[in-house]
Structure formats: C-alpha cells, structure tokens
C-alpha cells in the first residue's frame, strides 16, 4: 500500500530563511505526488505536483519540490519564506485516481 | 481547472440529527471523493462517488452513516447521519481533472453538539 510520512509536525523559520518540508513515500510503482497547502479556514490549494515528468518541479509562491527516487522523498523548499506562508501543508500521493495525506506540518514564521 | 462549490460552509448540529452536504462542480468529472479532516489531522478518504454506481467506501466507513448521492457528472452530496460530537470535522469534496490535477472545495466545518 502506498503512504505518505512528513517528518516534522510543526517547523518554524525566521521570515527570510530557507523552509524545507520533508515528505518521503512508500511506492511499489511509480508515483504522483504533490503538495497541499491549507490556511486557516480554508480549503486545500494546490501548491505543486510530480508526474513523471521533471524531477525538480516548480510550484506557486516560490516553492518547489526535487523528486529523489533512491531516497523515496518530495520535500518542498522555499528559498526564502515570507510571514504569508504561515499555513499547513500536506504531502500527497495519488496511487488510483484518489489522494493519500501524510499527516501535515504546520509552519510557522517568525519575524 | 474546475472550481467547486460546497455548501453549507460551516454549520453546528444537534446529536442524533443529520446533514447533509453538497458539492456542485462547474464541468462534468467522472470520480468525485469526499474526505474528512479531523481536528488537527490530515485528510482521510471517506468515499468515492461514480455517476450511476455506488459509492466505494473506505475501510472505516460505511454507508449507512456517510449516505453519497451523485445523480449526475457535476453534483453530489454527502450526508452525515445520526451524528455525534465524534463527527466534528471538516468535510471536503474534491474532484480529480486531466493531467492528475485533484482541486479542492473549501470545505465544511461540522460541529455536532
């Protein structure tokens, strides 16, 4: 069965600092993976996704994610994070035509 | 991309009463899921909604309790039946488009007291 882990449930980071969220997968075949980001009150807004295409994907608001298959991970970076991106995110793999969730990592930034 | 209408956006409930959600979609998509996001948790698939078959539901979960209706390619509802303060949560549709893309109603926060 394929699953999803987020290490870390809640990081923070200094408002110009370097976020990294890290997500790895249990896949027996190729997967598609993506990451969620959810704000308070809010609804799921899709920050980016893998297909099989780039290893290095480039999501929205400056984030983006590097497919690793030797290490089964996904993890987001941001270069340098900003008070807005204070939210929760969600690692996801799709493995037939529906969504699994690791359990989220709330980030924080401080000014 | 599709954008999702879900409604009621939040509501609180009496135990033992039911509601029910819907979720309207501006184009015709073939699979339909609903989740569920606990207090704090991630998102857990409740069930996936065909038009013309019934919902599949996830281990966990079952009809009777999480009733689907999906009478055509833009619509479903989702009914929380008998309810406890066990059932608060948010509870979300989402629909699956070309190119693997999964877009997101905002939601409904259920509070059963």
């Known amino acids: 069965a394929q699953s999803v882990t987020q290490l870390g449930s809640h990081v923070s980071v200094s408002e110009g600092a370097l976020v990294l969220l890290r997500c790895n997968y249990s896949?027996?075949?190729?997967?598609?993976l993506f990451w969620y980001v959810q704000y308070p009150n809010q609804g799921l807004q899709l920050l980016l996704k893998y297909t099989s295409a780039a290893t290095l994907v480039k999501g929205i608001n400056g984030f983006e994610a590097e497919f690793k298959k030797s290490e089964t991970s996904f993890h987001l970076t941001k270069p340098s994070a900003h008070m807005s991106d204070a939210a929760e995110y969600f690692c996801a793999v799709s493995p037939h035509g529906n969504l699994i969730f690791g359990k989220g990592t709330k980030l924080s930034v401080k000014p | 991309s599709a954008v999702i209408s879900q409604k009621p956006s939040r509501d609180i409930c009496q135990r033992g009463t039911s509601l029910t959600i819907q979720c309207q979609v501006d184009s015709q998509v073939t699979m339909m899921f609903w989740y569920r996001q606990q207090p704090g948790q991630s998102l857990t698939l409740i069930a996936t909604?065909?038009?013309?078959?019934?919902?599949?539901?996830e281990s966990g979960f079952v009809i009777d309790k999480f009733p689907i209706s999906r009478p055509n390619l833009t619509f479903s509802t989702l009914t929380v039946s008998n309810m406890s303060p066990e059932d608060s949560s948010i509870y979300l549709c989402s629909v699956e488009l070309q190119g693997n893309t999964y877009t997101f109603g905002s939601g409904t926060r259920l509070t059963v007291v």
């Open positions: 909604a065909n038009q013309g078959s019934e919902a599949t539901y």
């Open positions: 896949s027996s075949v190729p997967p598609y």
